[in-house]
């Protein structure tokens, strides 16, 4: 069994220089920064201030519909929606419930509420149960419904049954059981699109504790400028927690092994400068931090932390072997940075993978993501060799001291010998179980169907999730949904086929099981109608024309050639709304037919998720079936051998099968963050397999026992990823502390995939390698006779 304590270091370096580069001499890139470095820590000092000032220029996205922005007809027709009928983007529903909530005293502070709200600087309208009117007597504009003094006694009781019997407020503004109040409140879009919308939130939750602090109510707010205001502070917070999380995790794990405050300042650095120059050049690039970039920081440091530990224990082995530090930090730049730059060429492949994607969102976080891994190997390549030189000092002491002292990293060199002599052993016996597992897996992974929810994209630890459910619950919904009814040219908002139109609209989606909270310009005529009497075209126009624009902009355009029915619907999987969004399409043929030239169109982000979601997930899905083989023949090519092709496969797959199977389990389908988070671990996690591939093509000898090359490259690399995954698995793991769903998703299933990573690198890759470097030597010698021994 080969002593871990005793690494000769020459050979390897022998079979550097006189090897083919596998990264086609990209890594004597580091080598150049050697020559001058206080010349290069200077540039380093001038990138970090640019920098620093690029950072400043990142800006939030906030927007719920980020995901689903594409260059696509629906996209496109909901931002045209969005545009023409400005109200669900900026309206704050303000949720007030409880068994006592149409007590007289209570609705005097709920009428109380109302009024306080509309003097909030920011607000432009409001919408409540207070709004609705008695029917209007001839010739004269309908009276309130709730009179100035409310009655008192039995006349109370009355009245509360008039107001839950009023088609206007009940079910719509109302619960049915008279427990749940919904308040519309519409800010002004200036105000949600600027830094003040913390401030008019901020008032709007002071008044309503005010106001209804001692009613025994609960009152909570939701919407769409909420939930953006959530997501925004969670971003903001996440970040900050991610950064921290981070610099410590790198810190701490390399002071522990290396016991050197230079080795640790060599290692954690570099990949902390990586994050630095990253996000200061996507901040000059114009990128804005959403929910997927908001992960890049991490994602930096697993893409630089891991090539940045193997240089420096690379370099660490030489000096201990008696070379100075130039010498030694150029030796681990022309063996180990072979490796890193391949390691991050499959890390960029992953994030061009997800140019797949329909989702502008998507796209732009694969574009992020390639700039950034290029950006950390770079960074890797050039300053961990220069801080070496710089505050690596006392070589001679170093290697005496840590040569029969190096207690911890000699005792992972055991464990991973130890392992290495058990797979060598029976190479063909492991990979065959290798390979069933593998395949197992994969069946369970083929399984997993997409699953889409707006929930899973806001924040579930505050209060606007919880608003809505209760929405859900007792109005039918608080995600809108639009039919946009736009009028052929020359006819009017007034028409007699317009308004049939409208109305057959109308009554379709009143219809469609799902569907609640249906209001358009029919409610109003419907009203007239039957309260007054009122038939006539006249009387309606008079009404629409004494609206405030701000309502009026709900359901008529500005140029009155179109008009929005609007409902809304419950916050479901896309898999459940999409029949219901199909039925209401279908539904809507009839009335095409019957109305030509009437264009009709269901839309919405309810709509827009529910269409699209599925499709999206899957072509991501099979974008990384692609990357598979792609990443294989890449890999192949860069070592020109097929037995590497081969080797890289079943431990490239295991981490990605191995997660699904855990989602499978856990009754989790596939979502954009877990498809996300297993196309980018698949890059990262290969990082491991080319380090050891790299070192078993250096350890192979001609005419040498494999077993040997596999043990040798074992102890020398597999100290450094576990290591590495460790500290990995703690950045990405940390997500889990997020208040955004999806992210704490990505951030536990990347944890997850990085340790299936090294399972898969230490239990599945040695045997393989094994076992098919053998099986090659064996047919080479039937063909040719006896050959060079190798990868």
Not at 422 to 430: H, I, N
Request: aromatic fraction near 8%.
């Amino acid at each position: 069994m080969l002593d871990p304590g005793k690494i000769n270091v020459g050979a390897e370096d022998a079979a550097a220089r006189r090897s083919l580069s596998i990264a086609f001499g990209l890594e004597r890139i580091g080598l150049f920064p050697m020559k001058a470095p206080i010349l290069s820590c200077i540039i380093l000092v001038a990138l970090c201030i640019g920098a620093f000032f690029g950072v400043q220029r990142i800006k939030i996205d906030d927007s719920l519909s980020q995901l689903f922005r594409s260059n696509t007809r629906e996209y496109h027709q909901y931002e045209e929606v969005t545009k023409r009928f400005p109200s669900t983007e900026f309206d704050v529903l303000v949720v007030v419930e409880g068994k006592a909530l149409l007590a007289r005293e209570n609705l005097e502070k709920l009428r109380d509420l109302v009024t306080d709200l509309q003097l909030i600087d920011g607000t432009r309208g409001i919408i409540s149960l207070f709004s609705a009117r008695q029917a209007p007597a001839p010739g004269q504009f309908p009276a309130p419904l709730f009179p100035e003094t409310l009655p008192e006694g039995r006349a109370y009781g009355q009245f509360i049954d008039t107001v839950k019997t009023n088609e206007i407020i009940r079910g719509k503004l109302l619960s049915e059981d008279g427990t749940l109040a919904l308040i519309v409140l519409s800010l002004e879009p200036s105000v949600v699109s600027s830094n003040g919308l913390k401030a008019t939130v901020g008032e709007i939750r002071k008044t309503m504790k005010e106001d209804l602090g001692d009613t025994g109510l609960s009152v909570e707010l939701s919407g769409v400028p909420v939930m953006q205001l959530e997501i925004r502070n969670a971003v903001e917070r996440d970040g900050l927690i991610y950064n921290v999380a981070g610099v410590l995790a790198g810190c701490i794990i390399a002071i522990l092994f290396f016991r050197k405050v230079s080795f640790m300042v060599v290692a954690a650095f570099p990949p902390l400068l990586a994050i630095l120059l990253a996000l200061g050049g996507l901040g000059w690039a114009n990128f804005s931090l959403n929910m997927f970039l908001n992960v890049m920081t991490p994602l930096i440091m697993v893409i630089s932390f891991s090539d940045s530990m193997q240089l420096t224990f690379a370099a660490r082995d030489r000096l201990i072997a008696g070379e100075d530090k130039v010498t030694a930090f150029s030796n681990a730049v022309r063996v180990v940075g072979p490796a890193c730059v391949l390691t991050h060429a499959t890390a960029g492949i992953s994030f061009l993978a997800l140019q797949f994607s329909n989702s502008d969102l998507i796209r732009a976080f694969g574009e992020a993501g390639l700039a950034a891994t290029v950006i950390a190997l770079l960074a890797v390549l050039s300053f961990v060799p220069v801080f070496g030189i710089l505050f690596v000092r006392g070589e001679q002491e170093f290697a005496a001291k840590f040569k029969s002292a190096d207690v911890g990293v000699n005792a992972l060199r055991r464990f991973c010998a130890w392992i290495a002599v058990r797979m060598v052993g029976r190479p063909a016996l492991f990979s065959a179980i290798a390979l069933a597992v593998v395949g197992g897996l994969a069946l369970i992974y083929a399984h997993l169907e997409p699953r889409y929810r707006l929930a899973d994209q806001v924040p579930d630890k505050q209060k606007a999730v919880a608003a809505s459910s209760r929405l859900d619950a007792k109005l039918t919904g608080a995600n809108p949904i639009d039919i946009l009814i736009e009028f052929p040219k020359g006819a009017s908002l007034f028409d007699p086929q317009t308004l049939s139109t409208v109305a057959d609209v109308h009554a379709l989606v009143e219809k469609q099981a799902g569907v609640g909270n249906v209001w358009s310009l029919e409610t109003l005529r419907r009203w007239l109608a039957e309260k007054a009497g009122a038939h006539d075209v006249a009387t309606l126009k008079e009404y629409v024309d004494v609206i405030p624009d701000h309502l009026k902009r709900r359901f008529i355009s500005a140029e009155q050639d179109a008009v929005v029915v609007s409902a809304r619907v419950p916050d479901l999987d896309s898999s459940q709304i999409l029949p219901v969004v199909e039925g209401l399409d279908k539904a809507m043929d009839a009335v095409r037919a019957k109305h030509p030239g009437y264009e009709i169109a269901v839309t919405g982000l309810s709509a827009i998720a529910a269409r699209n979601s599925a499709n999206m997930i899957e072509k991501l899905n099979s974008g990384l079936t692609i990357e598979f083989v792609f990443v294989a023949v890449f890999i192949g090519l860069a070592f020109r051998s097929a037995t590497v092709m081969f080797s890289s496969i079943l431990p490239g797959i295991f981490p990605v099968v191995a997660s699904g199977t855990v989602l499978w389990a856990m009754g989790e389908g596939l979502q954009f963050a877990s498809v996300v988070a297993l196309t980018v671990s698949f890059g990262l996690g290969l990082s491991a397999t080319i380090h050891f591939l790299n070192r078993l093509r250096l350890e192979s000898a001609p005419g040498s026992d494999p077993g040997i090359a596999v043990e040798r490259a074992t102890v020398l690399v597999g100290p450094a990823l576990i290591l590495t995954t460790v500290v990995l698995a703690c950045g990405l793991g940390v997500m889990v502390f997020s208040d955004l769903p999806s992210l704490r998703l990505f951030g536990w299933l990347s944890a997850f995939s990085m340790i299936a990573a090294l399972v898969a690198d230490l239990f599945i890759l040695r045997p393989t390698a094994m076992f098919l470097v053998g099986l090659s030597q064996m047919v080479r010698g039937l063909w040719r006779g006896p050959a060079k021994t190798g990868v």
